[in-house]
């Protein structure tokens, strides 16, 4: 069985740092590209970034390019979104999500979020004014 467990989530002042982590369960997890969404409240899941199966290939949210970093150790299993500049707009649940065929430009098509291959349980950000 295949578990995503985010963590790193918590309360931050505008302008602060955050890093969320993302560890994999997966045998095969450095065949996965893995990606990051959020969801605020009220609002549908959305897209943030994605990485590639090897790390060399990376696609961000316009929302957040400049600021935000995805990551990832295959050694390790995990994969990391790095946040800085922090808005109270970057406010939401965050998401890690992992899917073996989807192109990384697909990550942020409408309807992405339907049938990506795993999800974890998500962390929650909040960013106070």
Same mark, same amino acid.
């Given at each position: 069985q295949v578990q995503l467990v985010e963590s790193g989530g918590g309360l931050v002042q505008a302008g602060g740092? @955050?890093?969320l982590s993302c560890a994999a369960s997966v045998r095969t997890f450095s065949s996965y590209a893995m990606g990051w969404f959020r969801q605020a409240p009220g609002k549908a899941r959305v897209f943030v970034a994605v990485i590639s199966w090897n790390g060399d290939?990376?696609?961000y949210a316009?929302?957040?390019k400049g600021r935000f970093t995805i990551s990832r150790d295959n050694a390790k299993d995990t994969v990391y979104l790095q946040m800085n500049s922090l808005k109270p707009e970057d406010? =939401?649940?965050y998401y890690c999500a =992992?899917? @073996?065929l989807k192109g990384l430009q697909q990550w942020s098509q409408p #309807?992405?979020?339907r049938d990506m291959d795993y999800w974890g349980t #998500?962390? @929650?950000v909040t960013v106070s004014a």
């Open positions: 740092s @955050l890093r290939n990376t696609h316009d929302s957040v406010t =939401a649940v =992992a899917d @073996l #309807g992405s979020t #998500g962390t @929650l």
